[in-house]
């Protein structure tokens, strides 16, 4: 951080360098807090760590091999980072309107159930027919489970995190009830599910890696949902709508119906991962679906700031991180509960740095020239 | 020798480990060649491995292959049905060298564990809960399983003796075959104590759900049960909130004594070390693993824990005369007549079913005497 603010003074160089200068200055700021947080947090755990009498540097070692450090750990680490790329967007989306959705959950085991439902009917028909309309029932069902969500809040004033959250529950228990009851394959006794997908209708791993396709479909779908946010004109009411709903009202902005929009789209995404569950690793639904992808989505979109760009990422490590886990229990002894100690510690860490935004002047070109 | 040997083989793991950091792992070779001499068999569980139920029972399984001569264990706990575990299994694999697996929980099977038999031909698998079928899965791939229902017989046995309300509560996650056995079982225990006694039973939904556990055992002691068992993933809820009620408890799936050491009666409990010790000897042997293996009390794979001081010397006289009867092989808990409790004949005089039946695979009903229902 030091280095751009000890340089010299702009005046001194030509504008072209001097604005390339602010340019990373003002973006460098989202990069290297979360960074900086991670180490931090990275930091105390080796403290946790080693007063539990284990090596640090054996578990740093242990997480990159784990995670990053050979291709099969790669495509291990982005195997468990698909899921969580749409579960996060579902807390994204809604957090741009200041809304605090965490019952994903509840939209993703829904869309798992949409999509095996409409697929037994569908055996038989075309692969891509069955399998744009698999998705497109999950999306139409986690879409309808969130959007009420956001309905409630709007036109019913119902806290959103509450509701979300009990609605999830409610989910869950009506996917055990459809699974075991009108869904159920009879053949399936010790473990009800429903009736397993055409062959036709898996999503396959990406050609060359061992990583199903929902990866590219949560990866494009963060894209897509950061330029809904930052370049298109419902993006820029939502956010107005974020920052203080009565002057978005007072512009004439139909907060309610984009409120109701922007939780009908998060929830379809989440309704989408449940989809791809089906699709791509269960075969069927069953209540496997409900894994907690919705909640660790949550700690995603957290991490991310809410912005949908920066999800890509964060996914991958909390993937990455969850891909060791395993590894530091076999090889050093460690009980499960170390790696959500790990990720406990980065959550809070990363938490705390928010307040630190704004407050270092090499982030903040405008300060530069008062102090030359 | 046995502590040198732990030692070693700690050191061992280092040693591997720290092979592996300068790229050997990396080149795709799974630290095999190094461990031409040892086996490394991978143990994979759904929950926590000290749960006091169904994982832990696994892992005193795995904790006593590790007192073998020749075998390294790996374990992982809390991995869930989903990608996770094909992706563990994988790691195991490529990264530990592990030849042998174990997918302990039943959602592991179809389709986690078919996927990476189907990729590793080379590699064993054996899964718990006897889906293998001859003919439809993959011959690296196969079963094994425990008729733990008798288990629950002889805990109705001593819960009939042992109940003054004579009423007695089971507090169950789903309403599957295998659960509904346990339940049946453990009231027509009770009933050959005496034939008035009732079973409640309270399905919770889920196979761990530590909230609605302590609430269903609640209500069973709020309605005058006064011995509870269960069948759910963890009995520690149900252990606890009920020998805190004052009310007395029969085990399922591990010991639980230590948990409540006045008011445990016994338990049913699988007996994973001496299955896991057959398949480990016939590795290390080089011989063929079985593609499936089933047994109950009489051949070792279930075993009772020890009584309680609270048990009577007539419970236990019965305890042990019926023991005895079911060592000998045969023995039948779901024998004619028999009606469900809508009232409708499940076995006719004389029909019986044994432990081997497979109709009783398919069970679907609770039995005249058990109060709740399975829809």
């Given amino acids: 951080m030091t ?3 000890s340089r010299p003074a702009p005046g001194f160089q030509s504008p072209a360098l001097s604005a390339a200068l602010e340019w990373l200055a003002r973006r460098a700021e989202g990069v290297v807090i979360p960074l900086a947080a991670l180490v931090v947090g990275m930091a105390l755990f080796s403290v946790f760590i080693a007063l539990i009498g284990k090596s640090p540097t054996q578990l740093y070692e242990l997480m990159w091999r784990g995670g990053f450090g050979s291709w099969f750990s790669i495509q291990n680490t982005l195997s468990r980072a698909a899921p969580l790329l749409l579960a996060a967007l579902c807390v994204a989306l809604p957090a741009r309107l200041g809304l605090v959705v965490i019952g994903g959950e509840g939209a993703i085991v829904l869309g798992g159930v949409a999509a095996a439902a409409v697929a037994v009917p569908l055996a038989g028909a075309p692969s891509f027919v069955g399998i744009a309309l698999m998705g497109i029932a999950a999306m139409l069902a986690g879409g309808l489970w969130i959007g009420a969500v956001g309905a409630l809040r709007h036109y019913r004033a119902v806290n959103e995190t509450i509701s979300s959250l009990l609605m999830a529950y409610i989910a869950i228990a009506l996917m055990n009830h459809l699974v075991e009851g009108p869904l159920r394959d009879p053949a399936s006794l010790n473990k009800p599910s429903t009736h397993t997908i055409d062959p036709a209708f898996v999503v396959g791993p990406i050609p060359g890696m061992d990583v199903h396709w929902g990866l ?47 939780c009908a789209l998060a929830g379809g995404f989440a309704g989408l991962a449940g989809m791809i569950e089906v699709s791509a690793v269960q075969g069927n639904a069953n209540g496997s679906l409900a894994a907690g992808y919705g909640y660790t989505g949550i700690l995603v979109a957290f991490l991310a700031r809410q912005n949908p760009l920066a999800i ?30 790990l990720q406990g510690m980065i959550f809070l860490v990363i938490l705390v740095s928010d307040t630190l935004y704004g407050r270092f002047k090499a982030f903040n070109p405008d300060l530069w020239k008062r102090s030359a | 020798m046995l502590p040198q040997f732990m030692i070693s083989r700690r050191r061992f793991i280092k040693s591997s480990a720290a092979a592996g950091a300068l790229g050997l792992a990396g080149a795709g070779l799974p630290l095999g060649a190094a461990r031409a001499a040892e086996a490394t068999i991978g143990f994979i569980y759904v929950g926590p491995k000290d749960d006091f139920g169904y ?118 996650a789903k309403p ?90 016994t338990g049913a409990e699988w007996n994973w070390a001496n299955v896991y010790k057959m398949y480990v000897e016939k590795l290390l042997a080089g011989e063929d693993l079985p593609n499936f293996t089933r047994g109950g009390l009489a ?59 497979p109709e009783l695979e398919g069970m679907d009903y609770l039995v005249e005497g058990v109060v709740g229902s399975t829809s």
Wanted: with cysteine; net charge negative.
């Fill in chain 1, 216 to 262: 590219v479909v949560g990866i494009v779908a963060c894209v897509a949902a950061w330029v809904l946010i930052e370049k298109t004109r419902w993006g820029f009411a939502a956010r107005i709508a974020g920052g203080n709903v009565r002057a978005a009202q007072v512009q004439g902005l139909a907060v309610g119906p984009l409120i109701v929009g922007f």
């Fill in chain 1, 3 to 5: 280095d751009i603010a």
């Fill in chain 2, 176 to 265: 599957i075959p295998q659960v509904l056995l346990n339940i049946n079982s453990f009231l027509l225990g009770a009933r050959a104590v005496d034939p008035a006694i009732t079973c409640q039973v309270i399905f919770t939904g889920e196979w761990s759900l530590a909230v609605k556990e302590a609430e269903a055992t609640n209500a069973l002691i709020d309605q005058g049960v006064d011995v509870v068992t269960c069948h759910v993933d963890s009995p520690k809820v149900v252990v606890e909130t009920a020998a805190g009620r004052g009310a007395f408890v029969c085990g399922y799936h591990a010991n639980q004594a230590p948990l409540a050491p006045e008011k445990y009666l």
């Fill in chain 2, 299 to 357: 051949d070792g794979f279930v075993k009772m824990s020890p009584l309680g001081p609270a048990v009577t010397e007539t419970a236990r006289t019965q305890f042990d005369d019926t023991l005895a009867e079911i060592m000998k092989g045969g023995f039948s808990v779901i024998k004619g007549p028999l009606k469900n409790n809508k009232g409708d004949v499940v076995a006719a005089e004389g029909q019986s079913f044994p432990e081997t039946a």
């Fill in chain 2, 55 to 172: 994982n832990q029972a696994h892992a005193e399984g795995a904790a006593f292959l590790k007192t073998l001569e020749g075998v390294s264990i790996v374990e992982e706990e809390n991995v869930p049905e989903t990608v996770d575990v094909q992706k563990t299994m994988e790691s195991m694999i490529n990264l530990d060298g592990a030849t042998l697996i174990f997918p302990t929980s039943f959602g592991y099977f179809d389709p986690h564990m078919l996927a990476m038999a189907a990729k590793f031909p080379d590699i064993q698998f054996r899964h718990c809960g006897g889906m293998w079928t001859e003919g439809k899965h993959p011959k690296n791939t196969g079963s094994y399983f425990g008729y733990i229902g008798q288990g629950q017989y002889l805990n109705g046995i001593v819960a009939g003796h042992t109940s003054k309300s004579k009423k007695i509560g089971f507090v169950a």
């Fill in chain 1, 312 to 341: 890509i990422p964060v996914a991958i490590l909390l993937g990455g991180i969850d891909a060791s886990g395993g590894l530091l229990q076999r090889r050093m002894d460690l009980p499960d509960a170390t790696v959500q100690v």
